[in-house]
């Protein structure tokens, strides 16, 4: 079953984010829906970064050498890198991670604002933004928090 596409919003509706059925797929695939299952993640790519309609065509994630625990997830460098890199070769650029919290109402941690932070700061001014996507654990179609790193600060995304 392929999901509908979901599609959030900027304040004042002026901007927006698509994500496609395939790629929702991909993520819903990681719900943490048992009290053993590991978060999980990676991150978002499309062919425009800098479009007010960012349409997410790629999804990474995870990989077997990152670090997944119930409430932690790190992405392995090394195989990041490599797939940032694959993804760019296809004309697709990053912009943005997702990953999985086991609530069903999820919100970003500290530590995940700061790591998406840290994303957008490595693209010294290259990027206008940089998403952070948690997705949590509700069926068939999980709660999604939807959240922009912005030169001005973080911005929440409504669906």
Known sequence: MNPAPRIF????????????PDILAHIYEYQQKWPWSREAGGELFTPDPEADGLVIVAASGPSRKDTRKRYYFNQDPQTA???RERQYKQGLHAVGLWHTHPQQN??????????AKQYFDD?????????LVVMGKNEPAPNMSVWSIETKGWVELIE
């Open 81 to 83: 890198t490599r797939e």
């Open 123 to 131: 693209f010294e001014g290259a990027r206008n933004r940089y998403l």
């Open 106 to 115: 999820p919100t970003p941690s500290w530590q995940d604002k700061k790591t």
């Open 9 to 20: 919003w900027y304040p004042l509706q002026k901007r927006y984010i698509l994500f496609t």
